[in-house]
């Protein structure tokens, strides 16, 4: 079974400085990578998502994620943060097999980002 | 209008009570999902649903009882409520598994 690591559980930082977030994953075949957000009180939204192609994917609000295959990576990146990020964010996994089918989502265990104004 | 839309929001109730959450979606979707939400804000898979089947039942205590009465509902029911149950259920749909998942806003569930 896959599993999904996000190295910083809380990180702070000033309005303007630049983002990125650790997510290393462990399963050797083909997977889909997702980055999700959660602001207080609300419930989970995509950011971005990684299936194939680019491994350089843009998503919403500025952010964009990078997929490395031989890093097993999914980092999250933004190159100037805003008050309005502070949230939780989760990294998430699926494995993909070969005859279509696919798990249920696996998420890391989520970072938690306050930006100071 | 709410693409995954669960009810009730916010509950509050005694240990040993029996109580259930509902879950629709409007979306289309084939596979539904319920995930739990800890304190520590870490989420698990709990069931997922596929065409009102059954196809994903991680460990969890047998109490809960998920019934998909058709693939646009899933409704999880939890027997014998213990003050560990407590947390946040999300339910979620995607069009097929593997792809990208829509979450509900989200059920507090608190057990005193």
């Known amino acids: 079974a896959q599993s999904v690591s996000q190295h910083n559980h809380h990180v702070i930082l000033s309005e303007a400085a630049s983002l990125e977030l650790g997510c290393n994953y462990s399963y050797g075949g083909t997977v889909n990578l997702f980055w999700y957000v959660q602001y207080p009180g609300q419930h989970l939204q995509l950011l971005l998502k990684y299936f194939s192609g680019d491994p350089l994917v843009k998503g919403i609000k500025g952010f964009e994620a990078e997929f490395i295959k031989s890093k097993f990576s999914f980092n999250l990146r933004k190159p100037s943060v805003q008050w309005s990020d502070t949230a939780e964010y989760f990294c998430?996994?699926?494995?993909?097999?070969?005859?279509?089918?696919?798990?249920?989502?696996?998420f890391g265990k989520g970072t938690h980002l306050i930006i100071q104004p | 209008d709410t693409a995954v839309s669960q009810t009730p929001k916010y509950l509050v109730t005694q240990m040993g009570n029996d109580k259930s959450i509902k879950c629709e979606q409007n979306?289309?979707?084939?596979?539904m999902y319920w995930y739990k939400q800890d304190s520590k804000k870490f989420l698990k898979i709990m069931f997922s649903?596929?065409?009102?089947?059954?196809?994903i039942n991680e460990t969890v205590p047998n109490r809960f009882s998920p019934k998909s009465p058709d693939k646009a509902h899933l409704n999880l029911h939890i027997n014998s409520l213990e003050l560990g149950d407590s947390a946040v259920y999300f339910c979620?749909?995607?069009?097929?598994?593997?792809?990208?998942?829509?979450f509900g806003e989200g059920s507090w569930l608190t057990v005193v």
């Open positions: 979306l289309g979707h084939d596979t």
């Open positions: 998430a996994v699926n494995a993909r097999y070969s005859g279509g089918g696919a798990d249920g989502l696996t």
């Open positions: 649903y596929n065409n009102k089947e059954l196809i």
């Open positions: 979620a749909s995607s069009r097929q598994t593997g792809n990208t998942i829509y």
